[in-house]
């Protein structure tokens, strides 16, 4: 009989780790979603687990990938630069790899797409949804939020989830705005993001954020007991605060961005 694990992290789902393969529930959207992750692995694009079917009673079988995967606060290792900057690089990997299966693919998510539709945004590019190797992100888990979008709506909640940009108040983040900013413009750097997303890098993070929120409310609204509990729990509170820190700190990062002057 294989090991059998609850994996810690699941803040929507229980996971559970059957020997080499993981059981997720499914939702309306998994089919598109297998669909994605088949398409990687035939394009050579193996950081993502491959799909092995559905158990009779909807639980999603995946491949297990080893390694440490971080909550909050941030381990050592996720909070590194090699992390940052491997983090980065394996998302524009992953983008890259979704280009013509984003052209080809437009409903059937959990998300909306969003325009202009460039790749196949993760949806939650986070350390709790990346598997590290020691210091080095070398996997992506949990697609469930994976929706067609431009490349900088996911660029964007991933800087604010590994730079971070997070206020002081909120534990789960780490380092001065000044510290942030540095690492949001390295972030962006590996990944390699043009200028002029560059330049609405910050508003973008905001909106992510206010976005992010909005859904919150309409699952809890939907009858979705888990997001109801991060309502309760004052999750989209930390959230707007955040958004409001990054507006008050917006010279800290546009002068990190190369946006001006100092």
Not at 25 to 45: D, E, K, M, N, Q
Not at 99 to 105: G, I, L
Request: glycine share 10%; net charge negative.
């Amino acid at each position: 009989m294989p090991d059998r694990e609850i994996l810690a992290g699941g803040g929507v789902n229980e996971v559970v780790r059957i020997g080499a393969t993981v059981q997720r529930p499914t939702g309306p959207w998994s089919p598109v979603v297998h669909g994605l992750l088949r398409y990687l692995r035939a394009r050579g694009f193996t950081a993502s687990p491959a799909v092995h079917g559905v158990t009779d009673d909807g639980f999603e079988i995946l491949d297990f990938l080893p390694g440490e995967v971080s909550n909050y606060p941030a381990t050592p290792a996720a909070a590194s630069l090699e992390a940052l900057e491997s983090a980065a690089e394996l998302l524009r990997s992953y983008h890259d790899s979704t280009v013509e299966y984003a052209r080809d693919v437009v409903g059937g998510w959990m998300l909306p797409a969003r325009v202009p539709v460039e790749v196949i945004c993760h949806g939650d590019y986070a350390p709790h949804n990346c598997v590290l190797d020691g210091d080095r992100v070398v996997g992506i888990i949990d697609f469930d939020t994976a929706h067609p979008g431009p490349r900088l709506w996911d660029v964007a909640y991933a800087v604010y989830r590994w730079a971070p940009t997070t206020a002081p108040a909120n534990a789960a983040g780490f380092g001065t705005a000044e510290e942030q900013a540095r690492r949001a413009r390295l972030f962006c750097d590996r990944y390699g993001l043009d200028a002029a997303d560059l330049a609405s890098l910050v508003d973008t993070i905001i909106a992510r954020l206010r976005a992010l929120v909005d859904f919150m409310h309409a699952q809890a609204a939907a009858g979705n007991a888990a997001f109801a509990g991060h309502l309760a729990d004052g999750h989209h509170l930390q959230y707007l605060a955040d958004a409001a820190y990054l507006n008050e700190q917006r010279a800290v990062f546009d002068r990190q961005l190369g946006l001006g002057g100092g």
